[in-house]
């Protein structure tokens, strides 16, 4: 046999390979449409087959979200006004440090920058005065003793709650743009992240599908977008807003608009915590990790149908393991079995304590 012949029925190989792929993308397709979320911006409009310009309804809404959020986070930058000078006295791993930050503006994550590459890399959470958590993007508001916490440490137990309530704000995003734009869907809220239930969350209302079972082909398309989210690096930037301002932000989300008043009447400043996720915007009490990229090995592993009135709700779950923490085919497919079944935490139409603040201490999560 020549080189000549082995490099055809290589290249035949390849063209049958090709062509097999295109059919499964067809059909995984014909359910889910796939978006490409490299870039903001993206267009408010579409041509129809007669060639007319009309509106697209939903990234209307994800720009007006956007730019409401953006115009915000200006104004609270500029009320900053004159900036005054804290001390920040980094306490851990390589070596002890004080810095000197500017108040209401420099983040843990800032502090990170000053001292070394390899705390830039792997802190996901902060712990502020030896008891508040602290989101590594949020702004340091006074003198403080700093410590950055990762998933190696000796109490991890903190990072893994933000994790995974990292992972079910990335759910979130996921399932609200994975479908056809035909498809409305509401993204309601998720449980108190309980790492021990083993799956993360997210319940969604999705209205014109009464009896919808997701086949293992949409549900590894979800898994793939999941890891694809964590692939562009985006930071979880936290936004604390008034009422005003957050229910401008979700007019068009029935269920985001009733949870509202209850976290503002609960908040000690009365204020509604907004996380954004490239150009997702939800809510949450955070806290969350500092960016997707900790995000690893991650599988979407069930869509529950939850029978309630005739409204049609779909319990979403997942399980992941962070970047970098390594586990054989058969442990993680026992972690997968387990992330099948139903969450047991509280469904939609149980949450009227849910929105209660959460201690947010290093011993509440101990």
Same mark, same amino acid.
């Given at each position: 046999m020549t080189r000549q012949n082995i490099l055809t029925t290589s290249q035949r190989s390849v063209r049958l390979s090709l062509n097999n792929l295109k059919i499964i993308m067809e059909a995984i397709k014909s359910t889910f449409k796939l978006y490409n979320r490299n870039h903001r911006g993206r267009s408010c409009s579409t041509q129809s087959q007669d060639g007319k310009v009309v509106e697209n309804p939903k990234a209307a809404r994800i720009k007006l979200q956007?730019? /409401?959020?953006? &115009?915000?986070? /200006? +104004?609270?930058?500029? !009320?900053? %006004? +004159?900036?005054?000078?804290?001390?920040?006295?980094?306490? %851990?791993?390589?070596?002890? /440090?004080?810095?000197v930050m500017n108040k209401n503006l420099s983040t @843990?994550? !800032?502090? &990170?920058? =000053? *001292?070394?590459? *390899?705390?830039?890399?792997?802190?996901a959470l902060a712990l502020v005065d030896g008891e508040k958590l602290w989101d590594m993007h949020r702004p340091l508001e006074d003198n403080c003793e700093l410590q950055l916490l990762h998933f190696q440490d000796d109490n991890p137990a903190p990072v893994n709650k933000a994790f995974w309530r990292t992972c079910?704000? *990335?759910? %979130? &995003? #996921?399932?609200?743009? &994975?479908?056809?734009?035909?498809?409305? #869907?509401? /993204? =309601?809220?998720? @449980?108190? @992240? !309980?790492? +021990?239930s083993g799956s993360f969350v997210y319940d969604v209302e999705i209205p014109s599908l009464s009896s919808w079972t997701p086949s293992e082909k949409e549900l590894r398309v979800l898994s793939a977008e999941m890891v694809k989210l964590s692939s562009k690096n985006y930071p979880l930037e936290r936004l604390a807003v008034d009422e005003e301002i957050a229910s401008r932000i979700f007019q068009h989300n029935k269920y985001k608009l009733e949870q509202i008043p209850a976290m503002v009447e609960q908040s000690p400043d009365k204020s509604v915590i907004l996380y954004r996720i490239g150009e997702h915007i939800d809510i949450s009490r955070g806290p969350v990790v500092g960016n997707v990229n900790f995000l690893g090995r991650c599988t979407i592993t069930a869509a529950h149908k939850l029978k309630h009135d005739s409204k049609n709700f779909y319990r979403f779950q997942g399980v992941s393991l962070p970047k970098g923490i390594m586990l054989n085919h058969f442990a993680y497919s026992v972690l997968e079995s387990r992330a099948q079944k139903l969450n047991k935490g509280l469904l939609p139409w149980q949450y009227e304590d849910v929105f209660q603040p959460e201690l947010q201490s290093i011993e509440a999560t101990s």
């Open positions: 956007n730019d /409401l959020f953006n &115009a915000e986070r /200006l +104004r609270q930058e500029k !009320n900053v %006004g +004159r900036i005054e000078k804290i001390t920040v006295q980094y306490k %851990g791993q390589p070596k002890d /440090l004080d810095l @843990p994550y !800032n502090c &990170a920058q =000053h *001292m070394f590459e *390899m705390l830039v890399r792997r802190s079910s704000l *990335m759910l %979130g &995003a #996921v399932v609200s743009s &994975a479908f056809k734009d035909t498809i409305e #869907v509401i /993204l =309601h809220s998720f @449980p108190r @992240p !309980n790492v +021990r």
